[in-house]
């Protein structure tokens, strides 16, 4: 089975400061591809950032990064230069055969 | 514009009246799957389909019907909705179902059923 956990309900940033919410998965498949989905109030699902599990380099979208520790199965996104349009729920979620599995959620709150 | 369109976007309905949720996409894509999105759970698959005709369950399929008679639209069916039903949906494509082509999302359906 595969599961992808957010342990972080709520966060909160100052703007222009940086913040990282963090994801871990779980599969026994070799591949799979992992996603950040951002879905402000409007409750658009937006595709923040994507990352293939055989390249190691972690990808980067502008001001948005991931930490992709394969051995520990974590995949966490930070966010620099925090935004007052950055503040909205986010998801993590794998793709692994025909099927995607999203986390539970981080509702990110920015501070002026 | 290359989107997935969802309609309706909100829909109350009573117990037992059955409703259709269509979607369509028209970026040619071969996957295409609903979701439904419920606090705390955050969003949870109930169908899925890879191609024309070919369609399987995700994790939540009971009590929801798909079809994919053509490419472009992939209609969620629910034939007697119960409260517990309520949800958020959202219709959902990809260009393929194989490798990492990411979901491309429709601006989301909010379901009250009494």
Aim: proline residues 5%; charged residues 20%.
């Amino acid at each position: 089975a595969q599961t992808v956990t957010q342990s972080q309900p709520e966060m909160s940033v100052q703007e222009a400061e940086t913040v990282t919410l963090s994801c871990t998965y779980d599969t026994s498949e070799s591949d799979y591809y992992l996603f950040w989905y951002k879905q402000p109030p409007s409750r658009q699902m937006i595709l923040v950032i994507r990352q293939e599990a055989y390249k190691q380099q972690n990808a980067t979208e502008n001001r948005f990064s991931v930490n992709f520790q394969k051995a520990a199965k974590s995949f966490s996104l930070k966010i620099s230069d925090s935004q007052l349009g950055d503040a909205a729920m986010y998801f993590c979620a794998l793709k692994t055969g025909n099927q995607f599995y999203f986390g539970t959620g981080t509702s990110l709150t920015v501070i002026p | 514009e290359a989107q997935v369109t969802q309609n309706p976007r909100y829909l109350i309905t009573v117990t037992g009246k059955k409703l259709t949720v269509t979607c369509s996409q028209n970026m040619n894509h071969e996957y295409m799957s609903w979701y439904r999105q419920d606090p705390g759970l955050g969003l949870r698959q109930i169908y899925y389909s890879m191609n024309v005709e070919v369609t399987d369950k995700g994790d939540v399929p009971e009590g929801y019907k798909v079809s994919r008679k053509e490419k472009r639209n992939f209609p969620l069916i629910l034939e007697s909705p119960s409260p517990n039903q309520t949800s958020l949906y959202f219709c959902a494509s990809s260009l393929s179902w194989t490798g990492g082509s990411p979901l491309h999302f429709g601006n989301g359906t909010r379901l009250t059923v009494t």
